[in-house]
Nanobody
Framework: QVQLVESGGGLVQAGGSLRLSCAASERTFSLYVAGWFRQAPGKEREFVAAINKSGIITYYTDSVKGRFTISRDNAKNTVYLQMNSLKPEDTAVYYC??????????????????WGRGTQVTVSS
């Protein structure tokens, strides 16, 4: 059982930046695909970004391409989401997730096996 703990959320003005971190409890996390999802009030949880186990392959949803960067440090069992040029529509609870299936990289909620509790990101206009 892998436990995931997100941190780094907060309140930021539009145009600002935040860096989210997700720390995993087990070293096996380095073997898994890692993803970030978000859920805004009244909306379904949606895919944001994902990264393969080596950190070489990344995918992003169109709305964050060029603004967000996912990365990982397997020595620290941690995955990051650097968010720049934030917009009010980025406001949501952000969740870290792990998919024990190493390929292909999933973009659906149901493809992920472990989830963190989330961290709130609020972008003011």
């Amino acid at each position: 059982q892998v436990q995931l703990v997100e941190s780094g959320g907060g309140l930021v003005q539009a145009g600002g930046s935040l860096r989210l971190s997700c720390a995993a409890s087990e070293r096996t996390f380095s073997l898994y695909v890692a993803g970030w999802f978000r859920q805004a009030p009244g909306k379904e949880r949606e895919f944001v970004a994902a990264i393969n186990k080596s950190g070489i392959i990344t995918y992003y949803t169109d709305s964050v391409k060029g603004r967000f960067t996912i990365s990982r440090d397997n020595a620290k069992n941690t995955v990051y989401l650097q968010m720049n040029s934030l917009k009010p529509e980025d406001t949501a609870v952000y969740y870290c997730a792990a998919d024990t299936k190493t390929w292909p990289i999933g973009r659906l909620v149901d493809e992920y096996d472990y989830w963190g509790r989330g961290t709130q990101v609020t972008v003011s206009s």
